[in-house]
């Protein structure tokens, strides 16, 4: 008796399960509204991309073409330079505890060639100081501490090769941006003269250009801001990993030589 009174609720219940699912199907297929919600949305999501999209093309072009495109290139040519100096640094970063621990073991099993090799095969500026110093070591510590010193000079020219452009178009942004301005608002002021009134409809336009020159040039200004900051990070960074590591490599072949 028992288990035909589970059995018999167990059917109710799936009887009811049923019931609902086919009624939502149901209500679904009757309402195209409730069946679209889902579609509706990605359409909207999609309608405000490609508005957003429009409206900056829009102002751009309401901008006038000649300081926006000259503001439009600072950003192109501040992202490249960017773009090749964060690559060029990234590749620049090497492991100097791992590659001092290398050394090291290099000069106490097989000398100072096979040290050499080791630096020659590893890539990143730590590795090249390292060389020009242990191919000078023969001529006594001095003249490799100096070679040390010298070369990390050129590797730090390197790392810094093109960052002041970036400098540059950071401050020519905006400047540009402002220089629109005033044009702008000559362009106002001599509207109301020819027309001897002063009327919103004359002087919109100007100033409209004017806002608009202004906001893209310090767009591209705090564009550009970011990226510069995180490259001068980024070098000091491995100045500072060159300056540790060539003060271990000297006394590293102060004990060698003893």
């Known amino acids: 008796m028992r288990k035909l009174f589970v059995a018999l609720v167990a059917s109710i219940l799936m009887t009811g399960f049923s019931a609902n699912a086919n009624t939502i199907n149901l ?9 679209s919600i889902a579609q509706e949305e990605e359409d909207q999501a999609s309608e405000e991309s490609v508005s957003f999209t429009q409206e900056l093309k829009t102002r751009f072009i309401e901008g006038g073409p000649g300081f926006m495109g000259i503001v439009l290139i600072c950003l192109i040519l501040g992202l490249a330079i960017s773009i090749e100096r964060i690559i060029f640094l990234n590749l620049a970063t090497t492991n100097t505890q791992k590659l001092t621990q290398g050394v090291e073991q290099a000069l106490a099993s097989g000398g100072v060639e096979e040290a050499k090799d080791l630096c020659r095969n590893t890539k990143g500026p730590v590795a090249s100081i390292f060389y020009q110093g242990l191919d000078r070591v023969d001529e006594g510590v001095e003249s490799a ?3 040390v010193v010298a070369y990390g000079g050129v590797q730090m020219g390197q ?3 093109n960052v002041s452009w970036i400098s540059l178009f950071i401050a020519l942004a905006p400047m540009l941006g402002f220089m629109g301005t005033v044009i702008g608002m000559i ?3 001599d509207k109301i003269e020819a027309a001897g009134d002063m009327q ?5 336009g100007g ?6 020159t202004t906001v893209f040039g310090l767009v591209v200004a705090i564009i ?3 990226f510069y900051n995180y490259i001068v990070a980024k070098i000091d960074s491995i100045v500072n990993d060159m300056e540790d590591a ?3 490599l000297v006394d590293i072949l102060v004990a060698h030589k003893k």
Do not use: D, W
């Open 27 to 35: 209500v679904t297929a009757e309402n195209p509204v409730v069946s």
């Open 145 to 147: 501490e100096k070679a």
């Open 159 to 161: 790392l810094e090769k």
């Open 187 to 189: 362009q106002a002021f």
């Open 200 to 204: 919103p409809s004359l002087v919109a």
């Open 207 to 212: 100033i409209k250009v004017a806002l608009l």
């Open 224 to 226: 550009l801001q970011v």
């Open 246 to 248: 060539s003060i271990t």
